[in-house]
């Protein structure tokens, strides 16, 4: 059974950076795809990018492009993501998730498997 | 931009039949989107309950079920129960690794 264990919570001034770390558990992180979604306090998932099973490439949203970084470090089977030029806007709960693309005869998918339990990040003055 | 669309919330009644839907502001969504379903509680992190439409994750009860109702995805639950009053929310897949998340569904059971 995967595990994934997320860093613990962050606060952080504007303009600065924060990373959050997901340790993975049950499983090589090499037989994983770790993806980020993030969730502003009151509000609803919001995609935020990671590794893409299906064309093997690290992906990110367009409106993250330009500040944020994924990373691994296979020799502790964990996964990092990095948010420079906080705002308060940036405000939330950050999950790590395994993403699972099937491509069989019988059935085909793209989806959440697992989840982190969430990294509260506060960015504020 | 992608817009997913969801009921901001709905009602059901113990035991009654509800079902949620998941669409595209342009456009139908099929089963190439490979609609994706997922619950949320207040403070916990969201549990994966359909993939592929309409296959159960590992646990879920059978009263949830997926579909494609006419030009959306849906999720169907069948029997309500008051541990199902929680958000819900559908991803799709847009291809080229990238995915879109509805603003979620909150759910009440009374």
């Known amino acids: 059974q995967v595990q994934l264990l997320q860093s613990g919570a962050e606060v952080k001034k504007p303009g600065a950076s924060v990373k959050v770390s997901c340790k993975v558990s049950?499983?090589?992180?090499?037989?994983?795809?770790i993806q980020w979604v993030r969730q502003v306090p009151g509000k609803g998932l919001e995609w935020m990018g990671g590794?893409?099973?299906?064309?093997?490439?690290?992906i990110y949203a367009q409106i993250f492009q330009g500040r944020i970084t994924m990373t691994e470090d296979t020799s502790t089977d964990t996964a990092y993501m990095e948010l420079s030029s906080l705002e308060s806007e940036d405000t939330a709960v950050y999950y790590c998730?395994?993403?699972?693309?099937?491509?069989?005869?019988?059935?085909?998918?793209?989806?959440?498997?697992?989840w982190g339990q969430g990294t509260l990040v506060t960015v504020s003055s | 931009q992608t817009v997913v669309t969801q009921e901001p919330s709905f009602s059901v009644s113990p035991g009654g039949t509800v079902t949620l839907t998941c669409g595209l502001k342009?456009?139908?969504?099929?089963?190439?989107?490979?609609p994706s379903w997922y619950q949320q509680t207040p403070g916990q992190a969201p549990r994966t309950l359909i993939y592929?439409?309409?296959t159960r994750s590992s646990g879920v009860p059978d009263r949830f079920s997926g579909s494609i109702r006419g030009n959306k995805a849906a999720l169907t639950i069948t029997g309500a129960q008051a541990d199902d009053e929680s958000d819900y929310y559908c991803?799709?897949?847009?291809?080229?690794?990238?995915?879109?998340f509805g603003g979620g569904t909150k759910l009440t059971v009374l």
């Open positions: 049950g499983y090589k992180l090499t037989e994983l795809s």
């Open positions: 592929s439409t309409n």
């Open positions: 998730a395994t993403v699972h693309w099937i491509s069989g005869v019988i059935i085909t998918g793209y989806y959440f498997g697992n």
């Open positions: 590794f893409d099973p299906e064309d093997a490439e690290t």
């Open positions: 991803a799709l897949y847009m291809g080229s690794g990238i995915s879109v």
């Open positions: 342009s456009g139908s969504v099929s089963t190439s989107y490979y």
